[in-house]
């Protein structure tokens, strides 16, 4: 994100956009993980939980468990 930023000239814009890319990785790692169902359900828990604070904070995102 900094090496990017040293080179953009809106630093805000590339900030955020860097923050969002790293929120919808995030979200895809839930995502494949709940549908691995290798989960014990105290993880599984644990993965929801992220991944509707993931949602929360990304509102144009939508949540697609299948548990």
């Given amino acids: 994100m900094d090496i990017k930023n040293t080179f953009s000239s809106d630093k805000d814009e590339s900030t955020l956009e860097s923050v969002v890319f ?3 990785v995030a979200i895809d790692a839930y ?4 549908d691995s169902r290798d989960l014990c359900p105290e993880r599984t828990s ?3 939980d992220q991944l509707h604070t993931s949602n929360h904070h990304m509102p144009n995102s ?6």
């Fill in 22 to 24: 790293g929120e919808k």
């Fill in 62 to 67: 939508k949540i697609q468990h299948k548990v």
């Fill in 46 to 48: 644990v993965v929801l």
């Fill in 31 to 34: 995502q494949d993980a709940l």
